[in-house]
C-alpha cells in the first residue's frame, strides 16, 4: 500500500501494550528474587511474567507491523528507525567492548602480577600462563581447540552472512522465491551454530572447564554465553522476518524490518569472528 503521509511525523494512537510490558516485567522480577531465594513458589509469578511478556512482544509488535504495511510511516518515520537500530547496535558493541577489555585485562596485566616475585611467596604454584585457573589452584581443565566446533561455527555463521545478504538482493530485485530460501538457509545455519555450541558447553563441563574455573572460565562462558544469546535472538528476529516474507511483507523501497535484522545478524557474526581470534585462537 502506498504511503499515506508526505510530511509531518506519525503520532502512534494510544496503546496499553507498555503497561502489559511492565507488568510482565515485574512479575519476572519478582519471580526471580524469589527463585534466587530458595522460594519454590517463585515459579509461578516467573511463568505469568514471561508469558506475558510473549503476548506483549506479539501484540505490539503486532501493531507496529500493521501501521507499516497500512502506509502509516513516511520517510521521517523511517530515518528515526534506522537511528534507533543504529544506536541499539552500538550500545551492543559496549557491551561486549567491556567483556573483551576484561579478557585483555586478565590476560596482559592481572597474570604477569600474580605472577611476579613477590606474589610467588603467596602462590608458589601459580603458573603465569594462559588459559589460567587462577593463582589458588593449578589448572584442572581442558582449553578449547580452535580448530574443532569454533571453527566450524565460524564457517557457519560467515556462511549465514553471505545467505542474508543473497536474501536481502532478492529482495532489492522483488525475487520472493531467492528471498524466502536465503533466509531459510540463513535460519538453518543459525540453529546449527546453536546445536554446536551447546554440544561444546557440554564438553567443556565434562573436561572441567565451567564459569568457576577462575578468570578463564568466567570470561570464556560470559563472552560466548551471551553471544549465543544473541545469535538465539537473532534467529528468532529471523523467523519473524521469514514468516512476513511469505506474507508477502515487504517491497523493494520499504523493507527497514527486513534490514534491520539483517544488520543485527551482521553484528553477530563479526563479534563471534573476534570471539573465534582472542578467546579459541590466541
Not at 496499553?16 to 527463585?35: C, D, M, R, T
Not at 603465569?128 to 565460524?154: L, M, V
Amino acid at each position: 500500500m502506498a504511503n499515506t503521509q508526505t510530511s509531518g511525523y506519525y503520532f502512534a494512537p494510544p496503546s496499553h501494550w507498555p503497561v502489559v510490558g511492565s507488568l510482565a516485567l515485574f512479575f519476572l522480577a519478582l519471580g526471580g528474587i524469589l527463585l534466587m531465594n530458595s522460594i519454590g513458589a517463585g515459579w509461578l509469578p516467573f511463568a505469568v511474567g514471561f508469558f506475558t511478556l510473549v503476548y506483549m512482544l506479539f501484540g505490539w509488535f503486532g501493531s507496529v507491523i500493521r501501521e507499516s504495511e497500512g502506509g502509516l510511516f513516511n520517510r521521517q518515520v523511517d530515518m528515526s528507525f534506522r537511528w534507533a537500530m543504529s544506536w541499539f547496535i552500538f550500545s551492543e558493541v559496549m557491551f561486549f567492548a567491556a567483556f573483551f577489555g576484561a579478557l585483555f585485562y586478565a590476560r596482559q596485566y592481572s597474570l604477569p602480577w600474580l605472577g611476579d616475585v613477590d606474589n610467588k611467596l603467596l602462590w608458589p604454584e601459580f603458573q603465569p600462563q594462559w588459559p589460567s585457573a587462577g593463582p589458588y589452584r593449578p589448572p584442572e581443565f581442558a582449553p578449547i581447540e580452535a580448530w574443532g566446533i569454533p571453527a566450524i561455527n565460524t564457517l557457519l555463521l560467515l556462511s549465514s552472512g553471505v545467505t542474508v545478504t543473497w536474501a536481502h538482493w532478492a529482495l532489492k530485485k522483488n525475487d520472493r522465491h531467492n528471498l524466502i530460501f536465503g533466509l531459510f538457509l540463513t535460519i538453518l545455519l543459525g540453529i546449527i551454530f546453536l546445536g554446536l555450541q551447546a554440544f561444546e558447553y557440554s564438553h567443556a563441563y565434562s573436561e572441567g572447564l565451567k564459569l568457576s574455573t577462575g578468570v578463564f572460565g568466567s570470561t570464556f562462558f560470559m563472552l560466548t554465553g551471551f553471544h549465543g544469546f544473541h545469535v538465539t535472538l537473532g534467529v528468532t528476529m529471523l523467523i519473524v522476518i521469514l514468516f512476513r516474507c511469505v506474507a508477502g511483507h515487504f517491497r523493494p523501497d520499504h523493507h527497514f524490518g527486513f534490514e534491520a535484522v539483517s544488520w543485527y545478524w551482521h553484528f553477530v557474526d563479526v563479534v563471534w569472528l573476534l570471539l573465534f581470534i582472542f578467546v579459541y585462537w590466541m
